[in-house]
């Protein structure tokens, strides 16, 4: 039978090897946790013990282990429009100045998840498109990203169940922005990524204008963001909590230094850059906050 268990010792190697791969704090008494999403990498790998798992996630000939490990254990909790507020504050005040720019306005959805954060961004910027004169000639270039390999490739799809749907998505935008999925469309996406198209029945997908408005790559918050170019607006939101207050102070230098003058950082309604940086002016919308870059 295999061993499912994991020792003091062997815990708390693994939590510092999370954290300096990741970022991702576990809490000292997390094992059920690294238990129930590393388990099904036992049998995958023919590994006996979850000790195993662990113990060859961390060697570093073991690339791809330690990519689906770290996958494993990276929390992917997300849905549409989170919170209101960012994406209603996005189209009343934010794109009215933006439209402004003379180019594109350039927005980073940083830890995606399954696409539903960035999806909602261009679903926003259409719908202000569509309203306002000006933003008929208002274009927006949105960049996702995420640690998670199997996250990115679900974002690309673009295809989500019944379930995913009515997390915060109106059947208005529901009709708009999405179609379902044809079996014809079915069986090309089940031969190009792996998926049985009997898992696919009754999903939608969203729309190809919708798409193209959204780049996906991937990205770990705690390398160098250089590459990623400058942005106008970030939203990384319900991130940092997962991460030591060392690792937040690290990724805040990095989203100041990557935004534009005046550029916006988003973040969860529960996070808080206090005593974590002095890059930001904290910015009281009623309801909700953002912080603007200091200049």
Not at 61 to 87: K, S
């Amino acid at each position: 039978m295999p061993n499912k268990s994991l020792e003091h010792l062997e815990y708390n190697q693994f939590r510092l090897f999370l954290e300096q791969h990741s970022g991702i704090v576990l809490g000292e008494n997390k094992q059920y946790l690294v238990k129930s999403r590393l388990a099904p990498l036992m049998g995958k790998y023919n590994l006996p013990s979850l000790s195993d798992v662990v113990r060859h996630s961390m060697k570093p000939a073991a690339r791809q282990l330690r990519i689906e490990v770290i996958d494993a254990m990276t929390t992917n909790e997300t849905l549409w429009f989170r919170d209101g507020y960012p994406f209603t504050l996005l189209q009343e005040q934010l794109l009215p100045q933006y439209t402004r720019l003379g180019r594109p306005l350039k927005i980073w959805s940083a830890a995606c998840s399954s696409g539903q954060e960035p999806y909602s961004l261009a679903m926003s910027v259409i719908e202000y498109q569509q309203k306002t004169l000006n933003g008929l000639s208002f274009n927006c270039d949105i960049l996702a990203t995420d640690l998670s390999p199997t996250m990115l490739e679900r974002s690309k799809l673009g295809m989500y169940d019944s379930l995913a749907l009515g997390r915060g998505l109106s059947e208005n935008r529901k009709r708009v922005f999405f179609e379902p999925v044809t079996e014809k469309a079915e069986r090309a996406m089940a031969g190009a990524n792996g998926f049985h198209s009997r898992a696919l029945s009754g999903q939608m997908i969203i729309k190809d204008h919708v798409k193209r408005m959204v780049n996906f790559r991937p990205h770990n918050l705690l390398d160098n963001y250089s590459l990623l170019g400058k942005f106008d607006i970030i939203f990384c939101r319900n991130v940092l909590i997962y991460f030591s207050p060392e690792s937040k102070q690290k990724i805040l230098r990095q989203f100041a230094a990557a935004l534009n003058p005046k550029g916006i950082l988003f973040l969860g309604a529960s996070e808080s850059i206090s005593g974590l940086s002095e890059e930001f002016n904290m910015v009281r919308c009623h309801p909700g906050i953002y912080y603007q870059k200091r200049f």
